[in-house]
């Protein structure tokens, strides 16, 4: 009624008049009137639908859990990536909106406390009026003999909107670790059940790896929550946080064909090699230089989760583009001997150091169209090769209580570098020839021996 008087008033002015003849007066009645309309509807959108914003958030049901969390002596920890983008964004700013503009389900983390404590949780949940699901690490794609079987994995709750809570797990490698819900079988049916698509959500798809870290506490209309104290680099971790855990059947099966050296001389080796690669690990990481276990290293973790004890040194990779040029003095800094220098930062690098009579060795890897390489280098002769392996990704492991890097598809690239007989042990292996992916790669120029061939004793 209101946009029909006003349309009616308007009308009789401009063409009730019998003076307005004029046709630039008809296009501006015309022109007032359309604006009138538009403004009309616009004021009856806004009554309709007050609530059609996005940036309307469900603030009391975050209120509940936060308080049931409380009561149970556990604190929200936020995690979502929205969430955390907005406070980054924002948190100069006196008053802002933390939760608009996120999408569904939100997620959230807690530290495991146990498993009674979080069928407490869901107890208390359900009874606040959330459905609620507690989905179980009961059939994992590999499991790990330090973790329970059924160990918590999540909690999903709905009341107006979809809450995903992940459980963060403590490791012996001093890490936090979150599980995959497809380890739990009733996932799919649970989540359809609350309307959510397993196949399109982004829920713990798989297992992930944080190291540990600080948190701050911020206060969200009166509620507190825990946020990481660096949101950069727990964003920058989560983009990265794939995990894959070590096959211990295939290392069972390896031990009951082949059974285990448990000489004095091999724990011995193991032991000194493990302390090579943790302070590996310590010097790298300080640098901020991404590792992984490659060659010997990597396929006894592969085979055995452990270390080959006739393989008498320790291998990493590292991508040429993450090297950095203090890499060499941070080693001797602490305590290691450079034992070769061969190639060129641009070309075929490795890098060797010693420690004591144990040998580490540092290969980096170039990129080139679908596949990836690093080289060699035959000192006598200035022969080059290169060791071909497919495309691969990083993921996190743990390797005899460390967390590392290991490539995603470790199928392919051991068979890349070990052949389809990978599993058998050969303890006779000529570098220069029985790799299968190594091939010829010229010689370097007598000239340049002095840069590219250095060997120290």
Known sequence: MLLETSYLKFYSTC???KKMRNRSAIHL???VGLVLLVVQLSLLAILLYPFASDDVFPIDDIAAIVNISTKLHSSLLVVDENILHNYVSNKQKVKYCLFCGVSYPVTFAIFFQGVKHSENLHSMFRSAGFQTALLLNIRPLE????LSVNVPLCLVLKRKVIIHIVIFHEREGNFWWHGSLLSDPSADNVLMSMGISTAKSQLMKQEGAFEKFEVDQIYVDGLKLLIPKDVTQFLKESANSHFIECSHKLANSFHRKYGKDTSHEALKFAHKAWKLLSRTKTILDKIGVRFWLSSGTCLGYFRQCDIISYSRDVDVGIFIKDYKENIVTEFINHGFTLKHWFGKVNDSLELSFMSGDLKLDMFFFYEEGNSMWNGGTQAKSGKKFKYIFPRFNLCWTE???LKVRVPCDLTSYIEANYGPDWF???THWD????????????????EEWYQVIKVYN
């Open 29 to 31: 009645c015309l022109i």
């Open 399 to 401: 390797f005899l209580e």
């Open 15 to 17: 063409g009730g008049s």
């Open 424 to 426: 058998t042990p050969v």
């Open 143 to 146: 499991a790990s003999p330090s």
């Open 431 to 446: 570098w220069k020839s029985s790799p299968p992916n190594v091939v010829e790669n010229g010689m370097w120029p007598p």
